[in-house]
């Protein structure tokens, strides 16, 4: 079946450190691979995406690369801020998108 | 354009009670998708619909049920409520060649006491 794995949180850096979320996934087929993060008051949001092997998604200085020989896709960024400061979710899907499965979740306090 | 809405915002019911918790999707997306978030962890598929039929559907016993209407609408219904149905219920639209962003409201909290 399929599944997703990412570690527990919370992680709380400072600002201007780099940030390494890990995900792993169980799937059948030729999933396609996302992050959504969930800032305080506000419901989820796509932070960025990959469909295919190799694809490296980025979006607001935040990077993913779909590693299909690890079945990974871990979330990095070079230097957090506080605004950054959120809980970030690993999901994926299949080809038709029409059921996304979730990781539990990361929260990410970044401290000024 | 309006983001998704999602009705009412928390409530509290017993046991054995039903729900009906609604969602307007946003302006043009004609896929709607549920989902329940227990606390603490990650939002788990109940299902999906599109252009009124259901398109997919999670591991929820038939007491959960649903509805799209034409103007792409949907309203989540649980019948006989029971403790550990107390969650998040996340509602999210999509366009149906939208590539798989989902477009989530804020939800609502339901609390079975």
């Known amino acids: 079946g399929n599944s997703v794995t990412q570690m527990e949180g919370p992680v709380t850096l400072s600002e201007e450190a780099f940030l390494t979320i890990n995900c792993t996934y169980t799937?059948?087929?030729?999933?396609?691979l996302f992050w959504y993060v969930q800032y305080p008051g506000e419901g989820l949001q796509l932070l960025l995406k990959a469909t295919k092997a190799d694809d490296k998604g980025s979006n607001k200085g935040f990077e993913a690369t779909y590693r299909k020989e690890t079945t990974s896709f871990h979330l990095e960024k070079g230097s957090v801020q506080v605004s950054d400061s959120a809980v970030y979710f690993c999901a994926l899907s299949g080809r038709n998108f029409n059921k996304f499965y979730f990781g539990s979740g990361t929260k990410l306090n970044v401290k000024p | 354009e309006t983001g998704v809405t999602q009705s009412p915002t928390h409530l509290i019911k017993t046991r054995g009670q039903q729900v009906t918790l609604r969602c307007s999707s946003q302006s043009g997306h004609n896929t709607v998708s549920w989902y329940q978030q227990a606390l603490g962890q990650g939002p788990q598929f109940i299902f999906q619909y599109y252009r009124e039929e259901e398109n997919g559907r999670g591991n929820f016993p038939p007491r959960f049920s649903g509805l799209q209407f034409p103007n792409y609408s949907s309203e989540l219904n649980v019948n006989a409520l029971e403790l550990d149905d107390s969650a998040l219920y996340l509602c999210?639209?999509?366009?149906?060649?939208?590539?798989?962003?989902?477009?989530f409201g804020e939800g609502s909290r339901l609390t079975v006491l």
């Open positions: 799937a059948t087929g030729y999933p396609s």
């Open positions: 999210a639209s999509s366009l149906a060649s939208g590539a798989g962003e989902l477009f």
